[in-house]
Protein backbone atom coordinates (compact mmCIF):
# COMPACT_ATOMS: atom_id res chain seq x y z
CA UNK A 1 0.00 0.00 0.00
CA UNK A 2 1.13 3.12 -0.94
CA UNK A 3 1.92 5.96 1.83
CA UNK A 4 2.71 9.34 1.34
CA UNK A 5 4.56 11.60 4.26
CA UNK A 6 5.15 14.90 4.24
CA UNK A 7 7.77 16.93 7.20
CA UNK A 8 7.20 19.08 8.66
CA UNK A 9 3.78 18.93 8.90
CA UNK A 10 3.46 22.48 10.68
CA UNK A 11 6.05 25.23 9.48
CA UNK A 12 6.03 28.57 11.19
CA UNK A 13 8.88 30.90 9.10
CA UNK A 14 9.67 34.61 8.51
CA UNK A 15 9.15 36.87 6.14
CA UNK A 16 12.64 36.46 3.58
CA UNK A 17 13.65 32.68 4.74
CA UNK A 18 14.31 30.20 2.58
CA UNK A 19 12.84 26.71 3.77
CA UNK A 20 12.01 22.75 2.07
CA UNK A 21 9.30 20.68 3.00
CA UNK A 22 9.90 17.02 2.11
CA UNK A 23 7.79 14.69 0.83
CA UNK A 24 8.64 10.42 0.93
CA UNK A 25 6.69 8.03 -0.45
CA UNK A 26 7.04 3.88 -0.10
CA UNK A 27 6.66 2.38 -3.66
CA UNK A 28 7.09 3.00 -7.32
CA UNK A 29 5.41 6.40 -8.59
CA UNK A 30 6.96 8.57 -11.11
CA UNK A 31 4.08 11.19 -10.96
CA UNK A 32 4.13 13.29 -8.49
CA UNK A 33 1.65 16.40 -7.91
CA UNK A 34 1.89 19.34 -4.81
CA UNK A 35 -0.92 21.63 -4.12
CA UNK A 36 -1.84 24.38 -2.24
CA UNK A 37 -5.12 24.85 0.35
CA UNK A 38 -5.96 28.01 1.46
CA UNK A 39 -8.29 27.79 4.30
CA UNK A 40 -11.91 26.89 3.40
CA UNK A 41 -11.03 26.43 -0.35
CA UNK A 42 -10.21 23.80 -2.59
CA UNK A 43 -6.99 22.69 -3.70
CA UNK A 44 -4.82 24.27 -6.69
CA UNK A 45 -2.91 22.80 -8.53
CA UNK A 46 0.95 23.68 -8.36
CA UNK A 47 3.22 21.09 -9.69
CA UNK A 48 3.35 18.07 -11.94
CA UNK A 49 6.47 15.80 -11.87
CA UNK A 50 6.62 13.11 -14.13
CA UNK A 51 9.75 12.10 -14.33
CA UNK A 52 13.17 11.53 -12.28
CA UNK A 53 15.49 14.76 -11.60
CA UNK A 54 12.65 16.96 -12.93
CA UNK A 55 12.20 20.03 -11.48
CA UNK A 56 9.76 22.81 -11.78
CA UNK A 57 9.53 26.74 -10.33
CA UNK A 58 6.74 28.90 -10.15
CA UNK A 59 7.75 32.04 -8.26
CA UNK A 60 9.59 31.60 -5.32
CA UNK A 61 8.51 27.82 -5.18
CA UNK A 62 10.45 25.37 -6.70
CA UNK A 63 9.27 21.53 -6.62
CA UNK A 64 12.03 18.56 -7.85
CA UNK A 65 11.57 14.54 -7.59
CA UNK A 66 13.87 11.62 -7.19
CA UNK A 67 12.10 8.63 -7.94
CA UNK A 68 15.06 6.75 -6.44
CA UNK A 69 14.55 7.69 -3.49
CA UNK A 70 11.21 8.02 -3.66
CA UNK A 71 11.35 11.45 -2.62
CA UNK A 72 10.20 15.25 -3.66
CA UNK A 73 10.96 18.95 -2.41
CA UNK A 74 8.83 21.60 -2.28
CA UNK A 75 11.43 24.45 -1.51
CA UNK A 76 10.14 28.67 -0.82
CA UNK A 77 12.70 31.25 -1.41
CA UNK A 78 12.51 34.63 0.43
CA UNK A 79 9.20 33.72 1.88
CA UNK A 80 6.26 36.15 1.68
CA UNK A 81 3.49 36.24 3.81
CA UNK A 82 1.20 35.43 1.16
CA UNK A 83 2.06 31.96 0.77
CA UNK A 84 0.84 31.22 4.12
CA UNK A 85 -1.20 28.19 3.19
CA UNK A 86 -1.21 24.47 3.38
CA UNK A 87 0.52 22.39 1.35
CA UNK A 88 0.06 18.85 -0.26
CA UNK A 89 1.89 16.16 -1.90
CA UNK A 90 0.37 13.34 -3.84
CA UNK A 91 1.62 10.37 -5.32
CA UNK A 92 -0.20 7.99 -8.18
CA UNK A 93 0.24 4.79 -7.49
CA UNK A 94 1.84 3.32 -10.07
CA UNK A 95 -0.84 0.79 -12.08
CA UNK A 96 -3.68 2.21 -9.95
CA UNK A 97 -5.09 5.27 -11.22
CA UNK A 98 -5.69 7.12 -8.44
CA UNK A 99 -3.59 9.19 -6.28
CA UNK A 100 -2.46 9.01 -2.66
CA UNK A 101 -2.72 12.07 -0.61
CA UNK A 102 0.24 13.36 2.04
CA UNK A 103 -1.03 15.03 5.40
CA UNK A 104 -0.29 18.22 4.38
CA UNK A 105 1.87 21.30 5.48
CA UNK A 106 0.91 23.82 7.07
CA UNK A 107 3.04 27.05 6.37
CA UNK A 108 2.48 30.36 8.44
CA UNK A 109 4.47 33.08 7.44
CA UNK A 110 5.11 35.97 9.59
CA UNK A 111 5.51 39.26 8.23
CA UNK B 1 -14.02 26.37 -20.23
CA UNK B 2 -16.08 25.80 -16.35
CA UNK B 3 -14.42 24.20 -14.01
CA UNK B 4 -15.26 21.13 -12.02
CA UNK B 5 -18.23 22.36 -9.56
CA UNK B 6 -19.91 20.96 -6.51
CA UNK B 7 -23.22 21.47 -4.60
CA UNK B 8 -24.25 22.23 -2.45
CA UNK B 9 -21.41 23.71 -0.87
CA UNK B 10 -22.32 23.66 2.41
CA UNK B 11 -24.63 20.90 3.71
CA UNK B 12 -26.21 20.58 7.02
CA UNK B 13 -28.45 17.03 8.18
CA UNK B 14 -28.93 15.67 11.29
CA UNK B 15 -28.19 12.83 12.47
CA UNK B 16 -30.33 9.78 10.69
CA UNK B 17 -30.77 11.95 7.66
CA UNK B 18 -29.13 11.04 4.16
CA UNK B 19 -26.54 13.48 2.32
CA UNK B 20 -26.77 13.85 -1.78
CA UNK B 21 -23.31 15.13 -2.67
CA UNK B 22 -23.12 16.45 -6.41
CA UNK B 23 -20.57 17.06 -9.03
CA UNK B 24 -20.24 18.26 -12.35
CA UNK B 25 -16.80 17.43 -14.02
CA UNK B 26 -15.20 19.78 -16.19
CA UNK B 27 -16.48 19.21 -20.10
CA UNK B 28 -14.64 16.37 -22.14
CA UNK B 29 -13.55 14.74 -18.65
CA UNK B 30 -15.18 11.13 -18.44
CA UNK B 31 -13.46 10.10 -14.75
CA UNK B 32 -14.95 11.53 -11.64
CA UNK B 33 -13.05 10.68 -7.93
CA UNK B 34 -14.71 11.60 -4.86
CA UNK B 35 -12.28 12.48 -1.77
CA UNK B 36 -12.91 13.31 1.72
CA UNK B 37 -11.00 15.72 4.22
CA UNK B 38 -11.57 15.75 7.67
CA UNK B 39 -10.35 18.60 9.57
CA UNK B 40 -6.67 19.07 9.67
CA UNK B 41 -6.35 16.47 7.46
CA UNK B 42 -5.28 15.44 3.92
CA UNK B 43 -7.38 13.86 1.73
CA UNK B 44 -8.22 10.60 1.45
CA UNK B 45 -9.18 8.53 -1.71
CA UNK B 46 -13.09 7.14 -1.40
CA UNK B 47 -13.88 6.36 -5.21
CA UNK B 48 -13.48 6.80 -8.64
CA UNK B 49 -15.96 6.51 -11.62
CA UNK B 50 -16.20 6.84 -15.17
CA UNK B 51 -19.37 6.89 -16.64
CA UNK B 52 -21.62 4.53 -15.50
CA UNK B 53 -18.97 2.63 -13.95
CA UNK B 54 -17.30 2.18 -10.66
CA UNK B 55 -13.92 1.66 -10.91
CA UNK B 56 -12.46 1.22 -7.61
CA UNK B 57 -14.28 2.15 -4.69
CA UNK B 58 -11.62 0.91 -2.20
CA UNK B 59 -12.00 4.12 -0.02
CA UNK B 60 -15.58 3.59 0.21
CA UNK B 61 -16.95 2.80 3.82
CA UNK B 62 -18.85 -0.82 3.27
CA UNK B 63 -21.89 0.90 4.57
CA UNK B 64 -24.19 4.08 4.08
CA UNK B 65 -22.11 5.19 1.07
CA UNK B 66 -22.61 4.82 -2.42
CA UNK B 67 -21.37 6.86 -5.21
CA UNK B 68 -22.70 6.80 -8.84
CA UNK B 69 -21.95 8.69 -12.80
CA UNK B 70 -24.78 8.22 -14.76
CA UNK B 71 -24.45 8.86 -18.44
CA UNK B 72 -26.50 11.67 -18.04
CA UNK B 73 -25.99 14.35 -15.36
CA UNK B 74 -23.31 14.88 -12.58
CA UNK B 75 -21.93 11.98 -10.50
CA UNK B 76 -23.31 12.16 -6.97
CA UNK B 77 -22.09 10.94 -3.35
CA UNK B 78 -24.86 9.81 -1.31
CA UNK B 79 -24.50 9.00 2.57
CA UNK B 80 -27.54 7.59 4.12
CA UNK B 81 -27.95 7.69 7.95
CA UNK B 82 -25.51 10.35 8.70
CA UNK B 83 -23.30 10.33 11.97
CA UNK B 84 -21.66 13.14 13.61
CA UNK B 85 -18.43 11.33 12.04
CA UNK B 86 -19.25 11.86 8.71
CA UNK B 87 -18.97 15.56 8.95
CA UNK B 88 -15.80 16.87 6.59
CA UNK B 89 -15.21 18.32 3.48
CA UNK B 90 -15.90 16.12 0.57
CA UNK B 91 -14.25 17.11 -2.63
CA UNK B 92 -14.76 15.78 -6.20
CA UNK B 93 -11.96 15.88 -9.04
CA UNK B 94 -12.01 15.07 -12.89
CA UNK B 95 -9.95 14.03 -15.26
CA UNK B 96 -9.84 13.15 -19.18
CA UNK B 97 -8.61 10.01 -20.01
CA UNK B 98 -5.17 10.92 -19.93
CA UNK B 99 -4.09 10.57 -15.96
CA UNK B 100 -1.26 12.89 -17.03
CA UNK B 101 -3.26 15.37 -16.20
CA UNK B 102 -3.13 16.53 -12.71
CA UNK B 103 -6.62 16.19 -11.48
CA UNK B 104 -8.80 19.34 -11.25
CA UNK B 105 -10.74 19.65 -7.68
CA UNK B 106 -13.85 21.05 -7.39
CA UNK B 107 -15.29 23.95 -4.27
CA UNK B 108 -15.87 21.01 -2.16
CA UNK B 109 -19.18 20.45 -0.24
CA UNK B 110 -18.76 21.04 3.66
CA UNK B 111 -20.72 18.39 5.28
CA UNK B 112 -21.94 19.06 9.10
CA UNK B 113 -23.93 16.49 10.84
CA UNK B 114 -25.54 18.09 14.06
Redesign the interface.
Known amino acids: ELKVEQNPLFLSMQEGKNYTIYCNYSTTSDRLYWYRQDPGKSLESLFVLLSNGAVKQEGRLMASLDTKARLSTLHITAAVHDLSATYFCAVEDAGDDKIIFGKGTRLHILP | NAGVMQNPRHLVRRRGQEARLRCSPMKGHS?V?W?RQLPE?????MV?LQKENI??ESGMPKERFSAEFPKEGPSILRIQQVVRGDSAAY?CASSPVS??T???????TRLTVT
Not at chain 2, 41 to 45: H, S
Not at chain 2, 102 to 108: A, I, K, N, T, V
Open positions: HYYEGLKFYIDFSIPRYFGPG
